[in-house]
C-alpha cells in the first residue's frame, strides 16, 4: 500500500493505491485511463474525457509537471516519510538550521551509509533503520559534513535518541 499527500496550488488531498484501487481522501477513485504514448494518457472519470501529459517529472525533489487538456498542473508528493520529518519538525524549511538526526521510531541500525567527515547533500541516504520488519532509509534533510556517528551498526535504538551530528 503506498499513501502520498499530493498538492498542488492551494489543493492537498490524500492518495493511496490499495489492492481494490486508488483512494483519494479515504474515498475511491473512479476512472478509465489507457495510455497513449510513453507520456500520454486518456483519462475518462464522471463521464468527461481529459487527455493528459507528464510534461516533467524530478524524482529528486517528488515534483511532476502535469498538463491536463490545456492546463498544466505542479504537483508537489510527499510520501510517509517526508510527512513523518514534517510532523517531527524536520521538514525543507527548517533542515538548514538542523544540527543532528534523531531516530523517528525505535528499531534497529541494519546499515551506515556514511562516515564521520563526509559531505551530504539532501535525500542522500544516511542511515537504514529497521522498524517492525521494514527497513526505513533515512535521508538527509539538507547538505553539511558529519561530524560524528553517535550509532553503530546493530545497535537498537529508542525514537528521538540522536543518531548522527552535522
Do not use: C
Not at 50 to 57: P, S, T
Not at 87 to 105: C, E, V
Request: hydrophobic fraction near 40%.
Amino acid at each position: 500500500m503506498l499513501m502520498y499527500k499530493a498538492k498542488t496550488g492551494t489543493y492537498s488531498f490524500d492518495l493511496e493505491s490499495t489492492a481494490e484501487g486508488i483512494l483519494v481522501n479515504g474515498e475511491s477513485f473512479s476512472w478509465d485511463q489507457v495510455q497513449i504514448g510513453e507520456e500520454y494518457f486518456h483519462v475518462i472519470h464522471n463521464h468527461k474525457s481529459y487527455r493528459a501529459v507528464v510534461v516533467n517529472v524530478d524524482k529528486l525533489t517528488k515534483k511532476l509537471s502535469i498538463r491536463i487538456n490545456n492546463s498544466i498542473y505542479e504537483v508537489a508528493l510527499q510520501d510517509r516519510f517526508d510527512l513523518l520529518l514534517e510532523k517531527m519538525g524536520m521538514n525543507s524549511g527548517q533542515a538548514s538550521r538542523l544540527n543532528f538526526i534523531k531516530a523517528p521510531m525505535p528499531g534497529l541500525i541494519v546499515d551506515l551509509r556514511v562516515k564521520e567527515g563526509d559531505k551530504v547533500n539532501v535525500n542522500d541516504p544516511l542511515i537504514v533503520l529497521e522498524a517492525m520488519k521494514m527497513e526505513n532509509i533515512i535521508k538527509s534533510p539538507g547538505a553539511g559534513t558529519v561530524k560524528s556517528i553517535r550509532v553503530e551498526k546493530g545497535e537498537s535504538v529508542e525514537k528521538s535518541q540522536i543518531l548522527i551530528e552535522f
